[in-house]
């Protein structure tokens, strides 16, 4: 072996792992990125992976967070390493492909915030987000949330990548929509709707209620029912007339009005 070799170990699962030697001097360092990891109690370890390495188990865990590298979590004393394929829980910053979990205590994704700056437009502040989806108000992280600690940091940073995406003319339509809605009485509206087969079907209806300024405020296929919010100014006809000319045919079952 030469001089700039890196060592070789093994992981919880028999994966090659080249080791640092930086993470032999100092127990806090990534063997895999090099970077500092965040200290996990041994609790949080064991429940993000699975039952069968419980017995791999101490205190003296650390996790890396760095979204780039595939190490999840580490023991550098007991030479202890999971990456992140190894575990039961999906880090949404270390993953590409949805779902990307942020908060897990109240079930929030990448994908729901995505959807609530860029396709909805109606938050535009981390605030907003909060307020919408609940992200970051859990009361659990210590064990639900890989890291051990509260995902607002992570929920700070992903929300800001989205309100940067939404800037210029995604993000002005996005405020006047929500000024319109503010200002107009609106109507809620329970359907019963034929025809959606699929998730594609629901996220159609979900778009012709938003074409007509409305919110979309459930759709399922499965139940074959809706609830859309839509400004007075929309008449219902019109909202079933829209549904209709997209194969979706479409009853009310109730409605009610209210700002
Ligand atoms: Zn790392």
Redesign the pocket.
């Known amino acids: 072996m030469s001089a700039v070799e890196r060592k070789r170990h093994l992981t919880v699962t028999g994966r090659q792992i080249h080791i640092r030697e930086e993470s032999e001097k100092d127990q806090r360092v990534?063997?895999?990125?090099?970077?500092r990891?965040l200290r996990v109690l041994k609790v949080t370890v064991a429940t993000h992976v699975p039952e069968k390495f419980w017995s791999h188990l101490t205190e003296g865990f650390y996790f890396?967070?760095?979204p780039?590298?595939?190490?999840f979590y580490?023991n550098n004393v007991s030479k202890t390493y999971f990456l992140k394929d190894e575990v039961k829980t999906r880090f949404g910053l270390k993953e590409r492909q949805p779902p990307r979990p942020i908060c897990y205590c109240l079930q929030v994704t990448e994908e729901m915030i995505e959807r609530e700056i860029i396709e909805k437009g109606c938050c535009d502040s981390l605030e907003d987000i909060v307020a919408f989806t609940k992200a970051g108000t859990g009361k659990w992280c210590l064990t639900t949330n890989p890291s051990g600690k509260c995902c607002r940091e992570y929920l700070g940073l992903v929300v800001d990548k989205y309100l940067q995406m939404a800037r210029g003319t995604s993000a002005e339509r996005a405020v006047r929509s929500v000024a319109e809605q503010l200002k107009q009485p609106m109507l809620t509206i329970e359907l019963a709707v034929d025809g959606m087969t699929c998730e594609g079907c629901e996220q159609a209806v979900r778009s012709a209620i938003e074409s007509l300024g409305g919110t979309a405020l459930s759709v399922s296929y499965r139940e074959g029912r809706a609830i859309a919010r839509i400004p007075v100014s929309v008449t219902v006809d019109e909202l079933l007339a829209t549904l209709d000319s997209m194969g979706y045919r479409a009853r009310t079952e109730r409605v009610t009005r209210g700002t």
């Not at 990534?30 to 970077?35: F, I, R, S, Y």
């Not at 780039?68 to 190490?71: G, N």
């Open positions: 990534c063997p895999v990125c090099g970077e990891g890396c967070s760095n780039q590298c595939e190490m580490f």
